[in-house]
């Protein structure tokens, strides 16, 4: 007599397991339990990998959406390999007129701006009384010389809280000499 799969605990990590031919061969072992299920008690194992498995998906999904824009400029800029080496929670890209063509859903997570309300605006609307001259003076002088650079910055998010802002950004030069810019950012202490 088969022992029917609805009786297992943890059944939905043990599917995830499968491949989709084992998933085929399994299905029809699948019947509703003929017992209450018990509460899951594994999570606390689960969970960790399940965040790092999430994380790994939207920094894909980011990836994705960059190489799209990087087909349409021909940037020679690796950046699978910049992602990969620098931490980061937002990402913002804008053209050689410093307007934001792009951001990820981590920008809105640490700013509090929906990624709408960024899209053609200049990154100065994070800035505010408390933010360097000097360093937004020393960051438009890199920008300027289209080399990759570190700087740390004030800014503030939408409910007015100012944090240190650890800004990584890269100049992505295309075959026709276009240039746009790809920030890596990050709250610092």
């Given at each position: 007599m088969k022992?029917?799969?609805?009786?297992m605990m943890c059944l939905d990590?043990?599917?995830s397991?499968?491949?989709k031919a084992e998933l085929e061969k399994v299905k029809k072992d699948i019947k509703p339990p003929k017992r209450l299920a018990p509460p899951l008690m594994c999570w606390e194992f689960y969970y960790p990998k399940?965040?790092?498995?999430l994380k790994e998906a939207e920094r894909?999904?980011?990836l994705k959406t960059l190489h799209k824009y990087?087909?349409?400029f021909n940037w020679k800029t690796d950046l699978k390999k910049v992602?990969?080496?620098y931490p980061y929670k937002a990402l913002i890209l804008t053209n050689e007129t410093k307007r934001i063509l792009w951001v990820n859903d981590g920008f809105s997570e640490m700013t509090g701006y929906p990624k709408s309300y960024a899209i053609n605006r200049s990154p100065i609307f994070l800035q505010g009384e408390n933010t360097s001259e000097a360093v937004k003076l020393r960051i438009n002088e890199k920008i300027e010389q289209n080399k990759p650079f570190k700087e740390v910055v004030v800014n503030y998010r939408k409910n007015g809280e100012m944090y240190n802002c650890e800004i990584q950004i890269f100049p992505l030069t295309g075959n026709n000499n276009s240039i746009h810019f790809l920030a890596l950012e990050r709250e610092v202490a």
């Open positions: 022992k029917n799969l609805g009786d990590i043990y599917l397991s499968l491949s399940y965040q790092q498995n894909e999904t980011e990087s087909g349409k992602l990969k080496t």
